[in-house]
C-alpha cells in the first residue's frame, strides 16, 4: 500500500486558471513534504517544502500543510503551458543512518491554452 | 547546479541476463537513491546510500542489489532480470537532512525480454 497518497490522477485547467493537487501521508514519521515536476523526458526537479502548519508561497506555486491531517496541498495560479507536466508529493523520513524521500503516485497536470 | 548523470540511458536485456545501471554524481552529496517509475506507482524506493561503502534496503528491494564504491558513484544490478523489471531508474542524489533537495539523474529506460 502506498504510503503517500496523491489526487486527482489527471487534472486539466485552461491556461491562467488555478490548479489544485492533493497529498496525504499514512505515516507520521515524517519530516518535510515536498513538491516535484517532472516534465516528459526529464528526471524530477524540486518546487519547494514545506514544515510547518500553513501557507507557504514561492511565485505562483502556494503549498499548504495540516499536520494534524498529514494532507499538503499544492495550489498554482496563473498556470502557464509549461506548467503542464507529473507532479509528485514526497515527504522526507528519517532511515537507520539519514533520511530518504518517499514519493507518491504522481498527479498529471494539463494547461490548456 | 547538481548534475547527476546515468548510463545507459536505454537498456534491452533478456529474461536472466545480468543488467548494470551506473549513476555519478560530481556534487561530492553525501547521500545517493534508486528509484524506479511506473503508471500508476510514481516513485518507489529501491536501495540508497549514505557514503561510499554504505547501502540500505528501500521499499522494493527485492531482485535489486546496489553497490557504492566511491562517493560519486552508485550502481543498481539486476543479477537475474525478469520482465517485471522493466521500467524507468531514477539515480538520485542530496546533501542529506530532511529539509535538502534531491537531484535526479534523466533516468535509464529499461526493458526486459
Known amino acids: 500500500q502506498q504510503k503517500v497518497q496523491q489526487s486527482p490522477e489527471s487534472l486539466s485547467v485552461p491556461e491562467g486558471g488555478m490548479a489544485s493537487l492533493n497529498c496525504t501521508s499514512s505515516d507520521r514519521n515524517f519530516q518535510y513534504f515536498w513538491w516535484y515536476r517532472q516534465h516528459s523526458g526529464e528526471g524530477p526537479k524540486a518546487l519547494m517544502s514545506i514544515f510547518s502548519d500553513g501557507d507557504k508561497k514561492e511565485g505562483r506555486f502556494t503549498a499548504h500543510l495540516n499536520k494534524a491531517s498529514l494532507h499538503v496541498s499544492l495550489h498554482i495560479r496563473d498556470s502557464q503551458p509549461s506548467d503542464s507536466a507529473l507532479y509528485f508529493c514526497?515527504?522526507?523520513?528519517?532511515?537507520?543512518?539519514?533520511?530518504?524521500?518517499?514519493f507518491g503516485t504522481g498527479t498529471k497536470l494539463q494547461v490548456v491554452p | 547546479e547538481a548534475a547527476v548523470t546515468q548510463s545507459p540511458r536505454n537498456k534491452v536485456a533478456v529474461t536472466g541476463g545480468k543488467v548494470t545501471l551506473s549513476c555519478n554524481q560530481t556534487?561530492?552529496?553525501?547521500?545517493m537513491y534508486w528509484y524506479r517509475q511506473d503508471t500508476g506507482h510514481g516513485l518507489r524506493l529501491i536501495h540508497y546510500s549514505y557514503g561510499a561503502g554504505s547501502t540500505e534496503k528501500g521499499d522494493i528491494p527485492d531482485g535489486y542489489k546496489a553497490s557504492r564504491p566511491s562517493q560519486e558513484n552508485f550502481s543498481l544490478i539486476l543479477e537475474l532480470a525478469t520482465p517485471s523489471q522493466t521500467s524507468v531508474y531514477f539515480c538520485?542524489?542530496?546533501?542529506?537532512?530532511?529539509?535538502?533537495?534531491?537531484?535526479f539523474g534523466k533516468g535509464t529506460r529499461l526493458t526486459v525480454v
Open positions: 538520485a542524489s542530496a546533501e542529506g537532512g530532511a529539509n535538502t533537495e534531491v537531484f
Open positions: 556534487n561530492n552529496h553525501n547521500n
Open positions: 514526497a515527504v522526507s523520513e528519517q532511515g537507520n543512518s539519514g533520511t530518504y524521500q518517499r
